[in-house]
């Protein structure tokens, strides 16, 4: 009886230590976002800097006359930008920054 | 019975119509995010203008159908009903008006030329293309000047249009159309032709325009206008002016704009406040009845308060003092302002 209690024990920690040893083998998404490889970091950067100027351009040019609208239906960003293109005389690269902020 | 619906319908369907369904088909072609919408705003309006008081329920909706990267058709209309309350016992006095704001074909030929034929509004300084919809513009009334150089607010003929120069420290913008002597009811046009240039600083946010206007019927009408337009530190606060020139007036407008967003953010309850204010005077040069503008210098002071809802809803609030030889006024405006956007059909998002 002894035997088999301690059996299961040590059952137990090998299993607790194999699945240490896994977690630790594979990266957390806390520590890949706290230490992202060179590669990973690339296109992050580049999608934080065009929403960040697809934000800049939109307060830019948009905020000027109104507020944004609290819902815009995916489907027709594009449509909207093309009718503020024509409307507010953007120019195509903001209306492309914008549309990628909108609609990423 | 059936056969005379079917006669009804088949004579009040318009060539308008007709246009609008043809491009719809058309439109079916474009997918993802260029799905044909309609969209526009609904409002209920009241004002009381040195005495009576009047109510306007009014309906703005938008369609925009583009066909390919490159084309886009447009329209915007318009329906106002007038309802002005009466004394002892009489019916309310209603008067319905509709129309047509624009109705256009733009070519998107290359990024620095869009060409559009049709009916469009007049692009004279700012007012008439930007602020005239009823869910953007922040007071009831147009500008006392708003009728220098507007032509009406729609012209019908072509116009050429978009950036001329473009970069993070500056944008060109320009506008050239001509209109033609159209007649009928929605797309009456004259003559004319005219020309706006403007430059907008992005890192002061401060834009400055110019605008000029000819007419080549009766007397030869002109008129010219500046815009100056700020938001000092892209902040809440805005700035906008117009000033105009005509043949028989000039005068100015100017717009300030305060979103209480500073205070607890935008969504807040005080944030949704914007207090405003306008201050506006025409100089009459020569009599002339026909240009729809104030019979002697007038000026005004309009302060306003807004309270942007939830759910793309506004409530517009001003009171306005009218100072002219022919008697000073107060007008108390209310509404309340509904912005829908959706696509014209349902579909996968």
Redesign the interface.
């Given at each position: 009886m002894r035997r088999q209690t301690l059996f299961a024990i040590a059952l137990m920690q090998c299993s607790c230590l194999l699945g240490l040893a896994q977690t630790a083998g594979t990266p957390s998404p806390n520590k890949a976002t706290s230490k992202p490889s060179a590669e990973q970091t690339k296109p992050a950067a580049i999608h934080a800097t065009t929403e960040e100027q697809g934000e800049r351009k939109f307060?830019?040019n948009c905020?000027?006359?109104?507020?944004a609208?609290?819902?815009?239906?995916?489907?027709?960003?594009?449509?909207?930008l093309?009718?503020m293109?024509?409307?507010?005389?953007?120019?195509?690269?903001?209306q492309k920054a914008i549309?990628r902020y909108l609609?990423p | 019975m059936a056969r005379e619906t079917g006669i009804t319908t088949a004579r009040s369907f318009s060539p308008r119509a007709a246009v609008l369904i043809a491009f719809l088909c058309l439109a079916r072609f474009c997918a993802?995010?260029?799905?044909?919408?309609i969209?526009g705003g609904v409002g209920f309006f009241s004002g009381t203008n040195k005495g009576p008081t009047s109510f306007t329920p009014t309906a703005m909706p938008v369609v925009?159908?583009?066909i390919t990267?490159h084309f886009?058709f447009?329209t915007r209309d318009y329906l106002i009903e007038a309802v002005t309350p009466r004394k002892n016992n009489q019916s309310d006095q209603t008067l319905l008006l509709k129309g047509v704001s624009f109705l256009q074909l733009?070519y998107?030929a290359n990024?620095h030329a869009?060409f559009?034929a049709g009916k469009f509004l007049t692009p004279f300084n700012t007012y008439n293309?930007?602020?005239t919809p009823i869910?953007?513009g922040n007071f009831q009334d147009n500008p006392l000047i708003f009728p220098i150089g507007n032509m009406g607010g729609g012209t019908t003929g072509g116009q050429l249009?978009?950036?001329l120069y473009?970069s993070n420290r500056v944008?060109i913008?320009?506008?050239s159309f001509f209109s033609a002597n159209v007649g009928g009811k929605q797309f009456k046009s004259s003559r004319s032709t005219g020309d706006r240039i403007e430059a907008?600083f992005?890192k002061q946010?401060l834009?400055v325009g110019f605008s000029i206007d000819k007419m080549f019927e009766g007397n030869h009408p002109y008129a010219t206008g500046a815009h100056f337009?700020w938001?000092p530190s892209?902040g809440p606060m805005?700035i906008r002016s117009e000033y105009a020139h005509g043949t028989h007036a000039q005068g100015y407008w100017m717009e300030f704009g305060y979103r209480l967003s500073q205070f607890k953010g935008p969504d807040s309850f005080i944030g949704r406040f914007e207090p405003l204010f306008r201050m506006q005077q025409v100089f009459r040069n020569s009599p002339d009845s026909t240009d729809a503008l104030p019979g002697v210098d007038t000026q005004r002071a309009d302060f306003g308060l807004d309270y942007?809802l939830?759910?793309?809803a506004r409530i517009n609030t001003s009171y306005s003092r009218q100072f002219s030889s022919t008697g000073n006024g107060n007008i108390w405006k209310t509404g309340l302002v509904y912005?829908f956007?959706?696509?014209a059909w349902p579909?996968k998002?």
């Open positions: 307060r830019e905020s000027r006359c109104h507020n609208p609290e819902d815009l239906p995916p489907r027709i960003t594009g449509t909207v093309l009718h293109r024509v409307r507010a005389s953007l120019s195509e690269a903001d549309l609609a | 993802g995010q260029d799905t044909p919408m969209s925009a159908i583009p990267q886009l447009e733009d998107l990024r869009t559009v293309e930007r602020l869910w953007i249009r978009g950036s473009s944008n913008d320009y506008a907008y992005p946010r834009e337009w938001q892209g805005t942007f939830p759910h793309n912005r956007m959706f696509p579909g998002q």
